[in-house]
C-alpha cells in the first residue's frame, strides 16, 4: 500500500510537470519573432528590427519563442523576454536567479524610472533585454497581450522590483509613452511587483491593485511543482494599448532588466499574433436594445481611420454599396454594415469590420400649410403622424406661441385664436417630431381700379391688384366666366372679379366704357379764289362734351397756335387736322387750289390756241358759288352760236355744233338761280 500511495503522486506529479511552457532560443530569428510570430499579419509594415540581449555580451539569451499546453497559464505561443537565459525559463519553479546573467542595463529605463520618483532605492538596472523595430500603423490604436513574472514576488514585494516598459515612440511628433502601465491607476504607473501585488504571500506591505495580480508558486500559493514557468509569480493576462496616428512611423522598445543586481530573475511573455497594428473598427453594435439606436429621422456617420490611399468598399447587408469609397458613410437604414479597406502599401492586406445598426422609428408630423381664417376663427389642427400604425404609445404636446397648453395632449387640438402652434409629438423609444402652424386671418386686398374709357377699335387688359397674399396662390373668377389671373374686354360694360386664397374670398368692379373716335370731315378737294378767305371746320359730328383738342396741319408741319375747331385759309395746300376727344383721336385732311381761274373774275376774252392759258370761257368759281350756269353765247349780228345748261367752262371758241368761230366779238347772257343774269362782250382770239 505505502508504494501504491508513493507512486501516484509521483504519477500526479510528473503528470503535472509535463505540462510547462517550453522555449526555444532559435527556432525563430529575432526578426522572425517580430514579424511571424509577435504581429504575424500581412498588413505589419515592420522594419529596422534591432534586439540586445546577454548574448550581445558573451552571456545567456533573454530572448526566444515559448508555446504552451497548461490551460492555467494564458497564452498558447509567442515571445520571451527575459533577464537571464530563457532556458531557465520552463517551470515548474525551482530557482529564483537563471544562469548566465551579468550583462549591460538600459539608460532609458532607467531614467524613465528615476523620473517617475517611484523607486528612491534604485541605483542601476541590468542584464537589459532589449527588442526594439519600426512599424506604421493602420489605424488609431495598437495594443498587444502579456503577462508579467517575477521571482521578487513573495519575499522581495514589498519594496524591491525588476523593472520592464513598452516605450512607444511618434516618429513624426517625438512623443514617447509607455504602454506598460496598471489599469485605472490615477497617475502613470508603471507595471512591476511593488504596483501589482497580493499582500497574502508577503504581509509586510498592503496589496497594490491585487485584482490584476493572478497566482504564487509557492507555500502561500499554488505548488512549486505545479507552475508553468520558473517564475514565483504572475500577473494576469493583460493588454498594453494605445492611440496612435494612422500612417505615422512609430518605434516600438519592448524592454526588461533587473534592479540593482543579476539575480531573482523577471520575465514578460507576449502573446503571439496578439500585436494589434491597426484594423477597421466600426464600433459596437447600435442596437434598440442596448439604448444606443438613435431616432430614424437623424443620420449616423460610420467612420474609419485609414492610410491615405486605402482602397474602400462599404457593404449594406452583404452586398456593395456603389460610389461609397470615403472614410466615411451615412447611415439612415437599419441594416448591417460592413467596411473592407485594402493598404496600398501592403497589397495582401484587407481589414475589415461589421457593425449592425438599428434605428427607432421617429414620428411624421406635419401640420400643413399656415391656416387662413376669413371672419371668424376656428380651426382644428390635426398632429397625426403619418406613420402612427407602426409607432405605440405616442405622447403629445400642443403650445401657443411658445407657451405650453395645459392639458393639450391629444393629437388634435381646435383653435379660435391666431397665433403660431406648435405640437411635440413623442413616442415611448423617445424619439419626438415637432411642428409648428401659424392660424392667420385673412387680410388681402383686390382692386381693379378706377373706371376707365377706351377709344373705340382697342381692346383693354384688366390686371386686378393684389395685396396681402402671394397672388400666384389665389383663385380668380371673373364675370366674363374666365379663370385666368388677367382678362381683355372689347365692349363697354362693367366687370368684376372674384379673388379665393384659401376660402377666403375678395372682390372688385370696374366700368369699361369704349368711346367712339372723333368723327371729322373736312370735305373734299376745295378750289378758292385767290383772294378768298376760307373757313375749314373739324367739329366732330354730335360733340357735346367740350373737352376736345384741335392740331391743325399744313402739308405735314404743324401751324402753330391753330387750336380751335376752325381754320381760316387763303393759301393753297393740304391741311389736316387732328381732333383729340379725351384721348380718342380722328383726323382728315383736304387739299385747297385755286381756281384756274383763280382771280375769280369774267373773263373779256379767250385765245383757243392749245396752250393751255385762257383756252376756254372759264366760269367755275361762278357755278361753285351761284349753282348751275346757263349761259348763252350771241354773234355780232345777234344770233345764238353757243348755248349750254350747267356750264362751267365747256365754250372755248366752238358753235354748238362744234365749229370753230371767227376771230370777233361775242356777246353773252349769263344766268342762275342765285343772282340776276350778268350780260357783257367777250373777244375771241386765236
Avoid at 558573451?58 to 497564452?75: H, L, R, S
Avoid at 512623443?175 to 504571500?201: F, K, Q
Wanted: glycine residues 8%; negative net charge.
Amino acid at each position: 500500500m505505502k508504494k501504491l500511495l508513493l507512486i501516484i503522486p509521483l504519477l500526479i506529479v510528473t503528470g503535472i510537470q509535463a505540462q510547462v511552457v517550453t522555449v526555444s532560443p532559435d527556432q525563430y530569428t529575432h526578426e522572425q519573432l517580430v514579424t511571424e510570430v509577435l504581429i504575424n499579419t500581412p498588413c505589419a509594415l515592420v522594419s529596422n528590427i534591432e534586439t540586445i540581449t546577454g548574448t550581445n555580451f558573451g552571456a545567456g539569451n533573454g530572448i526566444g519563442y515559448f508555446e504552451n499546453t497548461n490551460p492555467d497559464f494564458p497564452m498558447e505561443n509567442g515571445v520571451i523576454l527575459a533577464t537571464g537565459d530563457i532556458s531557465d525559463a520552463p517551470g515548474p519553479n525551482t530557482s529564483n536567479t537563471w544562469p548566465g546573467s551579468g550583462w549591460d542595463g538600459d539608460q532609458q529605463l532607467f531614467d524613465y524610472i528615476q523620473s517617475l520618483g517611484i523607486d528612491p532605492g534604485l541605483s542601476s538596472y541590468n542584464d537589459a533585454t532589449i527588442m526594439e523595430f519600426d512599424f506604421t500603423p493602420l489605424t488609431d490604436s495598437i495594443s498587444f497581450n502579456f503577462v508579467f513574472g517575477s521571482n521578487e514576488y513573495g519575499t522581495f514585494q514589498c519594496s524591491y522590483s525588476d523593472a520592464f516598459a513598452f516605450f512607444l515612440e511618434d516618429q513624426i511628433t517625438g512623443e514617447i509613452v509607455n504602454m506598460a502601465l496598471v489599469p485605472n491607476t490615477p497617475t502613470e504607473t508603471p507595471i512591476s511587483v511593488t504596483t501589482i501585488r497580493d499582500n497574502t504571500h508577503n504581509t509586510t506591505c498592503s496589496s497594490e491593485n491585487p485584482e490584476y495580480f493572478d497566482v504564487y508558486y509557492g507555500t502561500t500559493g499554488q505548488p512549486s511543482s505545479t507552475a508553468p514557468v520558473n517564475l514565483n509569480g504572475l500577473t494576469v493576462l493583460m493588454q498594453a494599448w494605445q492611440y496612435v496616428t494612422p500612417s505615422n512611423p512609430y518605434k516600438m522598445k519592448l524592454v526588461i532588466a533587473d534592479r540593482n543586481d543579476s539575480s531573482w530573475d523577471s520575465a514578460v511573455f507576449i502573446e503571439g499574433g496578439s500585436f494589434f497594428i491597426g484594423n477597421a473598427d466600426l464600433g459596437d453594435d447600435i442596437t434598440i436594445a442596448d439604448g444606443t439606436a438613435i431616432c430614424d429621422d437623424e443620420e449616423l456617420i460610420l467612420t474609419v481611420d485609414t492610410t491615405d490611399g486605402s482602397v474602400i468598399t462599404w457593404f449594406f447587408n452583404g452586398d456593395v454599396i456603389p460610389g461609397e469609397t470615403g472614410s466615411s458613410l451615412v447611415v439612415t437604414e437599419s441594416g448591417t454594415y460592413g467596411v473592407e479597406i485594402q493598404n496600398p502599401d501592403a497589397p495582401d492586406c484587407v481589414i475589415t469590420d461589421e457593425i449592425i445598426v438599428e434605428f427607432k422609428t421617429a414620428p411624421i408630423v406635419d401640420l400643413g400649410s399656415d391656416v387662413l381664417v376669413c371672419d371668424e376663427v376656428f380651426a382644428t389642427l390635426d398632429a397625426t403622424p403619418e406613420n402612427a400604425s407602426a409607432i405605440d404609445e405616442l405622447f403629445y404636446q400642443w403650445y401657443f406661441n411658445g407657451d405650453i397648453i395645459a392639458g393639450a395632449t391629444e393629437a388634435t387640438l381646435d383653435v379660435t385664436e391666431i397665433g403660431d402652434y406648435t405640437v411635440e409629438v413623442t413616442t415611448n423609444l423617445d424619439c419626438t417630431a415637432t411642428d409648428t402652424v401659424s392660424v392667420i386671418i385673412s387680410d388681402f386686398t383686390v382692386d381693379l381700379g378706377e373706371d376707365v374709357s377706351v377709344c373705340d377699335g382697342e381692346s383693354y387688359e384688366l390686371i386686378p391688384q393684389v395685396d396681402g397674399i402671394d397672388p400666384t396662390e389665389a383663385t380668380y373668377l371673373w364675370s366674363t366666366g374666365e379663370t385666368t389671373f388677367s382678362i381683355v374686354v372689347s365692349e363697354t360694360g362693367s366687370y368684376s372679379v372674384e379673388v379665393t386664397y384659401f376660402g377666403c374670398t375678395e372682390t372688385d368692379e370696374v366700368t369699361v366704357t369704349f368711346t367712339g373716335l372723333p368723327e371729322v370731315e373736312l370735305g373734299n378737294t376745295l378750289l378758292k379764289c385767290a383772294e378768298e378767305v376760307l373757313t375749314l371746320d373739324a367739329t366732330p359730328a354730335g360733340e357735346t362734351s367740350g373737352n376736345v383738342n384741335y392740331t391743325w396741319f399744313l402739308d405735314g408741319g404743324i401751324l402753330t397756335g391753330q387750336t380751335e375747331a376752325t381754320l381760316n385759309v387763303t393759301e393753297e395746300g393740304i391741311y389736316a387736322v387732328e381732333v383729340n376727344d379725351g384721348g380718342c383721336i380722328g383726323t382728315d385732311d383736304v387739299e385747297v387750289s385755286f381756281y384756274e381761274n383763280e382771280n375769280c373774275v369774267i373773263s373779256q376774252g379767250i385765245s383757243p390756241n392749245g396752250d393751255g392759258l385762257n383756252d376756254c370761257f372759264d366760269l367755275q368759281f361762278l357755278s361753285d358759288k351761284e349753282g348751275p350756269l346757263d349761259v348763252v353765247i350771241l354773234n355780232r349780228h345777234g344770233r345764238v352760236v353757243f348755248e349750254l345748261t350747267n356750264y362751267t367752262n365747256q365754250w372755248c371758241g366752238q358753235t354748238d355744233d362744234g365749229d370753230e368761230l371767227p376771230i370777233g366779238n361775242y356777246f353773252y347772257v349769263i344766268k342762275s338761280s342765285a343772282a340776276e343774269a350778268s350780260t357783257g362782250y367777250i373777244y375771241l382770239n386765236k
